[in-house]
Nanobody
Framework: QVQLVESGGGLVQAGGSLRLSCAAS????????MGWFRQAPEKEREFVAF????????NYAGSVKGRFTISRDNAKNTVYLQMNSLKPEDTAVYYC????????????WGQGTQVTVSS
């Protein structure tokens, strides 16, 4: 079990940058794959990115590839999402999530942080 607390959301102009942070508590953090998801108004939740336990492997949704970077610092129990070249369509509530490396389902979720990109 991992408890997650997100921060870093806000309002930015198109083309700007923002970095989201997700602070995790629990001894399982280093054994967890970490991910970011987002949900726009009246839309379904969608996958954004994930990172493996050591940070050696990452994966991104096609819509954010080349613009977003996921990273983690296991010593600080924190995962980050660096968002560059933001577009209005990136506007959404962003959620941090965790899953134990032996499982296929995302079992732990943060409260979400609002990201709004103005045009």
């Amino acid at each position: 079990q991992v408890q997650l607390v997100e921060s870093g959301g806000g309002l930015v102009q198109a083309g700007g940058s923002l970095r989201l942070s997700c602070a995790a508590s629990g001894r399982a953090f280093s054994s967890s794959i970490m991910g970011w998801f987002r949900q726009a108004p009246e839309k379904e939740r969608e996958f954004v990115a994930f990172i493996t336990r050591s940070g050696s492997s990452t994966n991104y949704a096609g819509s954010v590839k080349g613009r977003f970077t996921i990273s983690r610092d296991n010593a600080k129990n924190t995962v980050y999402l660096q968002m560059n070249s933001l577009k209005p369509e990136d506007t959404a509530v962003y959620y941090c999530a965790a899953r134990y490396y032996t499982r296929a389902d995302w079992t732990d979720w943060g409260q979400g942080t609002q990201v709004t990109v103005s045009s």
